[in-house]
Structures are given as structure tokens and as C-alpha cells.
């Protein structure tokens, strides 16, 4: 059964740079979308990119230009770096598996169907 | 401001069935699949609905999915206590290269 386990920094100071890793155990990595969402107090989830074993990366166009996705795949492990965080990038981070498929010539979104356990990162002076 | 827009509360009894809204546009549910996430407070978001209508492996048949032009449903039927949750509806979006969008979220209190 795959699993995901997340780590890093938890506590940051406004404009320094928030640096998660996200290792995955007991699956394939190849084929997937190995993705970064995040969910802000008292806020819904927003998805923040994803990237695949062949280091093809998608990102929010909100957040483009400040974050950045790597994969390191002699580890099976993928990180997010944020640069320039403020208050607005406390929140809740969870790294997940998203799969796609096209069929017939349509591209199918199939979601993310495994998660980390989240880590809650502070941006705070 | 989300680019999908789902009600921000819904309510039902025990046995009741909910349905939960998700509205988008051309560039995300109009052309894109649907999918619906449950999440509990403290916990990890769970995957409950992909392909507008599939539902993977251990989620009950009480949820259901539906999709039509630019708007979504996530039915809940037979609620139980343990459905009290967030619900987040999401969708692949082709505008800017492409990316997720995700609705806002709909409370859902089991009165």
C-alpha cells in the first residue's frame, strides 16, 4: 500500500523560504502526478502544483513565480520550495498522488488519491 | 475567491439526503472531469468521487456524483453522524497552461 510521509520546517520568518520533502513508500512512482496542495486557516484547499518523475511540472498561476517543485527520484522522493513566504503562506501543507489518463484522445483528471499527513507551516516575526 | 463555488453550509438529519452544488465554467467542469474530496478537521483530505460518477474502492455507495454542463452534485444518501465533514469539490482547469481548481468547501452539519 502506498504512503506518503512529508516533512520540514514548521516555523518561518516573513521572507525566508519554506522547504517541504515528501518521500513515498510501497509503490510505483513513475506514472503518477506527485502534487503539493495547501489549506489555510479557516480557508478551503488550494492545490499549489505537481510534478512528474520525469521532472514535467504544472503550478498554480497564482504562485508561480515564488514556488518551485523537484523531484529526486533515486529516493522516490518530490520537495516544494515557496521563496519570499509571508503571513498568507501559514497554512496546513499535504503532498498527495494525482493520476490522469487519456482514452480516446480525452484527457481524464482522476484526482489525488493518497495523501501525506499534512504539515502545518507558521510564517511569523 | 475559489474558481468553483459550492455553498458554504449544508445540514440534514440522520437517514436524510444532502446534495452539495459545485459550479464552475467552460475551462474547468465544462470540459474536465469532476472530483469531490471529504475532509475532516485534522486529518488529510479523503478522495470520494473521480470521473464525475466513480467511486474508488471503500467508499460507500451512499455517495454519488453527477455532473451537468458547468455545474456538479455530490448526493449523500442514508447520512450518518460520521459525514459531518468539509466537502471540496475540484476539477482540471485548461486555462494558463493548466492546472487544479478547487470549489470552496461545503460545511456539512448531520443535525
Known amino acids: 500500500q502506498v504512503q506518503l510521509q512529508q516533512w520540514g520546517a514548521g516555523l518561518l520568518k516573513p521572507s525566508e523560504t519554506l522547504s517541504l520533502t515528501c518521500a513515498v513508500y510501497g509503490g510505483s512512482f513513475n506514472g503518477f502526478y506527485w502534487s503539493w496542495i495547501r489549506q489555510s486557516p479557516d480557508k478551503g484547499l488550494e492545490w499549489i502544483g505537481e510534478i512528474t518523475h520525469k521532472k514535467a511540472t504544472n503550478y498554480n498561476p497564482s504562485l508561480t513565480s515564488r514556488v518551485t517543485i523537484s523531484v529526486d527520484t533515486s529516493k522516490n522522493q518530490f520537495s516544494l520550495k515557496v521563496n519570499s513566504v509571508t503571513a498568507a503562506d501559514t497554512a496546513v501543507y499535504y503532498c498527495?498522488?494525482?493520476?490522469?489518463?487519456?482514452?480516446?484522445?480525452?484527457?481524464?483528471?482522476?484526482?489525488?488519491?493518497?495523501w501525506g499527513q499534512g504539515t502545518t507551516v507558521t510564517v511569523s516575526s | 475567491q475559489s474558481v468553483l463555488t459550492q455553498p458554504p453550509s449544508a445540514s440534514g438529519t440522520p437517514g436524510q439526503t444532502v446534495t452539495i452544488s459545485c459550479s464552475g465554467s467552460t475551462s474547468n467542469i465544462g470540459t474536465n472531469t469532476v472530483i469531490w474530496y471529504q475532509h475532516l478537521p485534522g486529518t488529510a483530505p479523503n478522495l470520494l468521487i473521480y470521473n464525475n460518477n466513480q467511486r474508488p474502492a471503500g467508499v460507500p455507495d451512499r455517495f454519488s456524483g453527477s455532473k451537468s454542463g458547468t455545474s456538479a452534485s455530490l448526493a449523500i444518501s442514508g447520512l450518518q453522524s460520521e459525514d459531518e465533514a468539509n466537502y471540496y469539490c475540484a476539477a482540471w482547469d485548461d486555462s494558463l497552461n493548466g492546472h487544479v481548481v478547487f470549489g470552496g468547501g461545503t460545511k456539512l452539519t448531520v443535525l
Open positions: 498527495a498522488r494525482g493520476r490522469k489518463a487519456v482514452l480516446r484522445a480525452t484527457f481524464l483528471y482522476y484526482g489525488m488519491d493518497v
